[in-house]
Structures are given as structure tokens and as C-alpha cells.
């Protein structure tokens, strides 16, 4: 797959084993079997657990900023990996559904449907809202959590959207308003006796696009810690939490690529996202448009087909034709610091920090754990 520019293997997802994928399936059977080694000992005979996700926290970067988060220091676990590709929309559809990528067919931010590139966060493409035209459900089929009704607390701005529909597909939807009434929701749902409790943050993934991984991240991640203690704080005897995220960043600025006139010669659509960035070729110049990928890009991403990353296990597996539809024929997938623009999709030049690829830094999220107090 590599050619000789390409001498750095990316770092592969750990489908079936310590991945995001793998954590829910393991707290819904926690207790009633042998638990995965990865499963931190403080959930192994929770009576109740919460599933706290911390949208783009990388294990990479909190264990260079542990310091900084006591209380974080002092749960109990290691790293698991991501998907592919190391993104919000994938990632949580992995982590909710239990599937690997290859099952669920959310393959990235910005998914090529019919035709058309839809933006899944948003669930719109360039004519507007697409829930009619591509009604979620016709994308992504599968239930949250097994099939289970876990309640979600979640920012309340999200129970609404397409995407909340597409990865938490049955679920009670919890809003919350300002990140302390999270704490309070909880509560008040393991009060109730709730064995599973979701619970959903995004501020670091947003402060980390808008500033990197600078000052402005380094505050978020000491309020977060805060949350995290609060968390711990109102668990009644017998319960745990757990914390995991669905991707680490890269901090890129403005070393940001657009495809220059050769490359674009040989494509009729872009999709993906900056880091992960497919190329869809115009009839007849999926090789030419390898080609010219490779030769312009090879020093600093690796620059695959669509065949080649699926046969690499890339998504977990082979593809249905629906979702193969979905990819590109080329993907640009970076390994230096860079980014790689789609001139259709203007909002992304201003993101200090990224993820998508399959670095460590991006792929290696935590998975941490405590016991009630």
C-alpha cells in the first residue's frame, strides 16, 4: 500500500479489542461473563454505571496534561483506540451503536449520499436541511445501545438534530442547558435506578478547533476536570463512572493544502474532512487521480484507494455496497500536521485544531474509571 515516501505505517483501530467500539457491548454484559482486560477492575460490579464521552480528548493529550487534571489522574485505565476515520461522526456512531464503522456506514463528517455530500453533524447538504430527502434511518439503521432505552444527557441544542437521531436512535434524550445541570441530571437518573447512564461533552473539541492546543485548552481541560470530580461526587454506593472520548487532536494552524489544478483536474467531488480527505474522480481518472495524489502529496499524507483501505481493515471490515458508495476513490490521509481543504466547504479553513487521520495522537482516546466515593 506504502510507497517509498509512505515509510511510516499509520496506526491501525483495535476492532474486537481495546476500542470504542468494543466499550459499549462490554458495560451492557459487565457481570455476566469474563469482562475484556481493557475494562477497568471499578466497573467490572457496578450496580450502576455512567458513560461520560469528553468529545475530542486524546489520550496523548491528556497524559501531557495530567498535571492539570487531578482528578482525571486519579481514575483507573489506559488508552483504547478510535475508528476510522478518527472523526466526531463515525466515532460516536461506533461508540453508541457497538459497531465498527464498516457495519454502521457513517463513514465520515461529510458523506457522499446519492449524489450529493451530506453533512452528517448537520444532516444537510448544499440545498439545506436533508432529513426528508435522506431520512436517517435509511442511512443508519441501528439502535443505540443494543436496542437498550439508556437515557442521554446531552446538550439540550442536540436532541433534535439529524445526527442525534443517527447515533442514538432510541434513546431517552436528556438536555442540558449549562454543563452543571449535567451533574444534576445524572443524579437525579441514577437515583431513579438507571443501570446505564449516557452523558455527552463537547467543549473540548470545540475549544481545541478554535484555539489548538494552547492556553485556552489547557483552562478547558482544569474545568473539565472539575466536572469529572463533580461526577464522581454523586455516585451512590455501588456505581461507577466511566470516561472515554471519541478522538484526540493535532494542532495544524495554518498549514492547510488546497488541491492545486492538476489534482483537481481528475476530480468531480470532495468529501471527508480535512484530515481525512476523499477525492472522488471523475469518470475514468480514479488511476490518474492516484497518481497525481501520490506524487503531490506522498511526503505528507498517505495517499491510498478506496480499495486499498478497506482491504487494509481500515473500517472493520468489508463494505456493503451502499456504504462503499459512500467513499471516495482516493483518500488523502494526513501524517504530517496538515490539512487538506475541499474548496466547497469554506467554514474549515478556520480550525486551529484537527482529527480525522490515523495518527496516535488522534486515534489513542482514554478510557478511565472510579468507584462511588
Not at 478510535?82 to 463528517?109: F, K, M, N
Not at 444534576?184 to 484555539?211: C, N, S, T
Amino acid at each position: 500500500m506504502a510507497t517509498s515516501e509512505q515509510t511510516q505505517a499509520p496506526a491501525r483501530p483495535d476492532y474486537g479489542g481495546a476500542c470504542i467500539a468494543s466499550v459499549v457491548p462490554a458495560l451492557l454484559r459487565r457481570g455476566t461473563g469474563p469482562a475484556p482486560r481493557w475494562l477497568p477492575d471499578a466497573v467490572l460490579h457496578a450496580d450502576q454505571v455512567v458513560l461520560l464521552t469528553l468529545d475530542g480528548l486524546g489520550w496523548r493529550q491528556l497524559q501531557a496534561r495530567l498535571a492539570l487534571a487531578p482528578a482525571m489522574a486519579a481514575g483507573t485505565g489506559g488508552p483504547l483506540t478510535s475508528v476510522a476515520p478518527t472523526t466526531t461522526a463515525t466515532a460516536l456512531t461506533s461508540l453508541a451503536t457497538g459497531l465498527v464503522p464498516a457495519r454502521h456506514g457513517v463513514l465520515g463528517y461529510r458523506l457522499h449520499v446519492d449524489g450529493e455530500i451530506l453533512n452528517v453533524l448537520r444532516w444537510s447538504t448544499e440545498r439545506g436541511d436533508a432529513r426528508r430527502r435522506f431520512p436517517v434511518r435509511s442511512v443508519q439503521p441501528v439502535p443505540a445501545f443494543g436496542g437498550t432505552r439508556v437515557p442521554v444527557v446531552t446538550r439540550g441544542d442536540f436532541a433534535s438534530t439529524g445526527f442525534t437521531a443517527a447515533h442514538l436512535g432510541g434513546s431517552d434524550i436528556v438536555g442540558w442547558a449549562v454543563p452543571s445541570s449535567m451533574v444534576v441530571e445524572v443524579r437525579r437518573l441514577l437515583a431513579e435506578g438507571q443501570p446505564l447512564v449516557y452523558a455527552y461533552y463537547d467543549g473540548i473539541d470545540k475549544v481545541a478547533h478554535r484555539f489548538g492546543l494552547g492556553e485556552h485548552y489547557d483552562a478547558e481541560l482544569r474545568y473539565v476536570d472539575g466536572l469529572v470530580a463533580d461526577l464522581v461526587g454523586v455516585l451512590p454506593p455501588g456505581a461507577a463512572l466511566v470516561m472515554t472520548s471519541d478522538h484526540g487532536q493535532v494542532d495544524v494552524g495554518d498549514a492547510v493544502r488546497m488541491p492545486g489544478p492538476d489534482l483537481m483536474s481528475c476530480v468531480a467531488l470532495v468529501s471527508g474532512e480535512g484530515r481525512f480527505r476523499w477525492l472522488h474522480a471523475r469518470d475514468g481518472a480514479a488511476e490518474d487521480l492516484l497518481a497525481v495524489a501520490r506524487a503531490e502529496h506522498g511526503d505528507e499524507a498517505w495517499v491510498v484507494s478506496r480499495e486499498e483501505a478497506v482491504d487494509d481493515g481500515w473500517f472493520g471490515g468489508a463494505l456493503a455496497p451502499e456504504s462503499a458508495a459512500r467513499l471516495g476513490d482516493v483518500a488523502l490521509v494526513a501524517r504530517d500536521p496538515v490539512a487538506f481543504l475541499d474548496p466547497a466547504d469554506t467554514g474549515e479553513t478556520r480550525l486551529a485544531s484537527r482529527h480525522g487521520s490515523l495518527t496516535e495522537d488522534e486515534l489513542l482516546v482514554p478510557l478511565l474509571a472510579w468507584p462511588a466515593p
